[in-house]
């Protein structure tokens, strides 16, 4: 269930045999032993949930990984590598954070969004808005918009490709992909909002939902593995995606985000900082068919380590789901030395 590599074999992710730790850092290795010992037990105390867990010393490259090359669904952790595609643009000079765009009725996406919520009142935004609420606040309407304005989902996988990313595809939208998971027809702005969107979704019978989750979790597409969220988050603190301005703009977007403060967050050790990006499904018919976080810590002495944890089909209720997160990162935190 676990391996834990140097940076170049992670590369071989799949490759699945346990290797002696190994770290090419100045910084202590990490205590696999700890992390096999306490991850399996939090993995146990998940069940029936499934969990995927990764860290990554960013100096040397090693890494630990327990189900490490799994492709689980995302949900709103694509938001960061979008907000990555979004500014390449703007490093390119194709696209302006001071560019304005003007929402209709088509743009507008299910919850969570309060751009939805705002419009009409409120329908012009700038690109630098619309990204501060895509990573801030996990708004599906911004990001539905910011992804149309740089081509669409096939464009952002692209660029992921072209950055050596291979384990992360993102493929719909927003306003695609939330009405499919629960076995809904295509969203219409009647559903706009969360009580209204709920509303429809409950209208649904219970078999074509149950039917729909179900197909939503073994779809491969909009997924990740650990391997390939930990290779994002690498690159994205080495200043191999972006500009340094760019790189620093996307992550203070993911320090400044208040959403998830009772998971990877509520797990680090005083004096830590954290930059990420979570990424939650609606609760229905008692289970929660995603709930992920992944970000970079950085400790108090300035190691910096990136962190994943995907959790899929919890029937567990929020405090349970979040806290699982945050023990993951105690132990983490202990793992590291």
Same mark, same amino acid.
């Given at each position: 269930?676990?391996?834990?590599?140097?940076?170049? $074999? +992670?590369?071989?992710?799949? +490759?699945?045999?346990?290797?002696?730790?190994?770290?090419?850092?100045?910084? #202590?290795?990490?205590? +696999?032993?700890?992390?096999?010992?306490?991850i399996g037990v939090i993995a146990q105390r998940?069940?029936?949930?499934?969990?995927?867990?990764?860290?990554?010393?960013?100096?040397?490259?090693?890494?630990?990984?327990?189900?490490?090359?799994?492709?689980?669904?995302?949900?709103?952790?694509?938001?960061?590598? /979008?907000?990555?595609?979004? /500014?390449?643009?703007?490093?390119?000079?194709?696209?302006?954070?001071?560019?304005?765009?003007?929402?209709?009725?088509?743009?507008?996406?299910? $919850?969570?969004?309060?751009?939805?919520?705002?419009?009409?009142?409120?329908?012009?935004?700038?690109?630098?808005?619309?990204?501060?609420?895509?990573?801030?606040?996990?708004?599906?309407?911004?990001?539905?918009?910011?992804?149309?304005?740089?081509?669409?989902?096939?464009?952002?996988?692209?660029?992921?490709?072209?950055?050596?990313?291979?384990?992360?595809?993102?493929?719909?939208?927003?306003?695609?992909?939330?009405?499919?998971?629960?076995?809904?027809?295509?969203?219409?702005?009647?559903?706009?909002?969360?009580?209204?969107?709920?509303?429809?979704?409950?209208?649904? #019978?219970?078999?074509?939902?149950?039917?729909?989750?179900?197909?939503?979790?073994?779809?491969?597409?909009?997924?990740?593995? $650990?391997?390939?969220a930990l290779t994002f988050l690498r690159k994205?603190?080495?200043?191999?995606?972006?500009? #340094?301005?760019?790189?620093?703009?996307? /992550?203070? /977007?993911?320090?400044?985000?208040?959403?998830?403060?009772?998971?990877?967050?509520?797990?680090?050790?005083?004096?830590?900082?954290?930059?990420?990006?979570?990424g939650t499904a609606a609760t229905d018919l008692?289970?929660?068919?995603?709930?992920?976080?992944?970000?970079?810590?950085?400790?108090?002495?300035?190691?910096?380590?990136?962190?994943?944890?995907?959790?899929?089909?919890?029937?567990?209720?929020?405090?349970?789901?979040?806290?699982?997160?945050?023990?993951?990162?105690?132990?983490?935190?202990?793992?590291?030395?």
């Open positions: 269930m676990r391996l834990i590599v140097p940076l170049l $074999a +992670a590369l071989f992710l799949a +490759a699945c045999e346990p290797a002696m730790p190994q770290t090419g850092a100045r910084t #202590p290795p990490l205590d +696999a032993a700890l992390l096999d010992q306490e998940a069940q029936p949930a499934r969990i995927e867990v990764a860290v990554q010393n960013l100096e040397g490259g090693e890494m630990w990984a327990w189900n490490g090359d799994k492709a689980f669904p995302m949900q709103s952790v694509f938001k960061a590598p /979008l907000a990555a595609a979004v /500014l390449a643009e703007v490093d390119a000079g194709r696209l302006s954070l001071d560019e304005v765009i003007t929402l209709g009725e088509a743009d507008i996406s299910p $919850a969570q969004s309060r751009i939805a919520d705002a419009w009409p009142e409120r329908a012009t935004y700038t690109v630098r808005e619309l990204l501060v609420w895509t990573v801030g606040d996990s708004d599906n309407t911004a990001a539905d918009v910011l992804m149309r304005r740089i081509g669409g989902p096939g464009a952002a996988t692209a660029w992921l490709r072209s950055k050596g990313i291979k384990e992360i595809r993102i493929d719909r939208y927003e306003r695609e992909l939330q009405p499919e998971t629960h076995g809904m027809e295509s969203f219409r702005i009647a559903w706009k909002g969360w009580p209204a969107f709920e509303a429809a979704m409950y209208a649904v #019978p219970e078999a074509t939902r149950r039917a729909a989750t179900a197909r939503y979790l073994a779809d491969p597409r909009d997924t990740a593995t $650990a391997s390939g994205l603190s080495a200043g191999e995606l972006l500009t #340094p301005r760019g790189t620093a703009l996307l /992550l203070k /977007l993911m320090t400044d985000t208040t959403s998830g403060e009772t998971r990877l967050k509520a797990g680090l050790p005083p004096g830590a900082r954290l930059a990420h990006k979570t008692g289970m929660t068919p995603v709930v992920n976080d992944i970000g970079i810590v950085t400790l108090k002495d300035g190691r910096q380590y990136a962190v994943v944890v995907f959790m899929t089909e919890t029937t567990a209720d929020e405090a349970a789901q979040d806290a699982i997160i945050a023990d993951i990162m105690r132990v983490i935190a202990r793992a590291a030395g």
